[in-house]
């Protein structure tokens, strides 16, 4: 009895060796290799927890080509590589079409087949981009126009709330002439996109309430100091008097024409965010106020306080009632409510809050993590 025990003993020893030789590992995290698509990789951890799931996000902006652009993608990558450090996104990719439409739908549909989760898009219009869109959707793609919303049924677009920049800047151009009447050079920044139309909308209502205000030029400038250095240059050249200059930014451009034409600096100026006009109206007003003007923030990092509510929305959260407005247009909108602001007062203070900032730098914020928490249940 113990020989045929033992026998059967043995016999089944050999059975399990036999298949422990021959079975297949299955794999873990670690030995997965993600696709690199991307211009940021996180690297994933080996771990015997299933990680958390996390995401493929890809930026489009319509252009680079000027300082607002490149800090809106500088501050929306900044996001996304802490958070690939904190293992919230495994890829990241900025795409620029260079103002070719053609190459915008081209890479918003390259996105949607690679299969990012995300999909920032700040477009270059409000047209042509509907099947894109709808494919996103399809794919349970989490889209999100930013900066220019586009008007598509069902998306969450982001935007700085623009009603708010253009009114601290009208009210204030009102504060300086008090009813005295005046001369105005208008800029408006590259219309067809949401935010140049809100604005243009509000000035023209506030101007119908202001008979004191006289436009004496008009133009567009497309937010580049180069156009808008050109287009005063011609308002100078053409001895068009002026008394402000109420601009959609691009306030550089505006006073090189200005001083390399040796013409009269205007009485007051609108907002513009970039360093360099920081640092003009410090060297012009040194002594005294000889420009009167108005700061209020239009941050580039608009595109980085998408970024962080886009993963909040991936990750199943809720908006709170009533943080998301409809725009004209029906569009549902998260807004950003500027509220860094300049004035002659704090000049000085400005100055040396950002001494360090180049030029071609932007005085740009954007939600922390527990002010994005907030928009959220």
């Known amino acids: 009895m113990k020989k045929i025990l033992m026998v059967v003993l043995a016999f089944v020893l050999v059975l399990g060796a036999f298949a422990a030789c021959n079975a297949t590992p299955s794999p873990t995290a670690a030995s997965v290799e993600p696709s690199v698509v991307a211009s940021t990789v996180a690297t994933p951890a080996a771990s015997t927890v299933a990680p958390a799931k996390t995401f493929k996000v890809a930026s489009i902006d319509w252009t680079n080509a000027h300082g607002w652009r490149s800090t809106y993608d500088a501050q929306v990558k900044e996001v996304a590589d802490q958070y690939i450090k904190d293992g919230i996104i495994s890829q990241y990719q900025a795409l620029c079409p260079n103002q070719d439409p053609a190459l915008e739908v081209q890479y918003f549909q390259q996105c949607i087949n690679d299969g990012y989760d995300i999909i920032l898009i700040n477009a270059g219009g409000s047209s042509g981009l509907d099947s894109c869109f ?47 009447p005046a001369k105005l050079v208008n800029f408006s920044g590259m219309p067809g996109t949401t935010g140049s139309g809100l604005r243009g909308d509000i000035w023209n209502a506030d101007l119908a309430k202001n008979p004191n205000f ?8 497309s937010w580049s100091d180069v156009e808008s250095k050109k287009l005063m240059s011609e308002v100078i050249a053409n001895g068009t008097k002026y008394d402000a200059i109420l601009t959609e930014e691009a306030c550089v451009g505006i006073l090189q024409a200005i001083e390399e034409a040796k013409a009269p600096y205007p009485q007051f100026m609108t907002s513009d965010e970039t360093v360099g006009y920081l640092r003009a109206l410090g060297r012009i007003d040194a002594e005294s106020t000889v420009i009167d003007f108005q700061i209020i923030e239009n941050p580039p990092g608009i595109g980085a306080t998408a970024l962080k509510l886009a993963i909040r929305m991936a990750q199943g959260k809720e908006f709170k009632d009533g943080m998301l407005k ?7 909108v998260a807004y950003y409510t500027p509220s860094y602001q300049v004035t002659p007062a704090t000049l000085k203070e400005a100055l040396a809050k950002w001494k360090d900032a180049a030029d071609t730098d932007q005085m740009s914020t954007y939600l922390t993590d527990e002010q994005a928490d907030a928009f959220f249940k």
């Open 134 to 180: 709808e494919q996103a959707a399809a794919k349970g793609i989490i889209a999100i126009p930013v900066d220019n919303i586009y008007p598509y049924p069902g998306v969450v677009g982001v935007q700085t709330d623009q009603s708010v920049w253009a009114g601290v800047n009208f009210d204030s151009l009102v504060k300086h002439f008090n009813g005295a």
């Open 214 to 221: 006289e436009i004496v030029y008009q133009g567009a400038h």
């Open 326 to 332: 409809e725009d004209k247009n029906g569009t549902k």
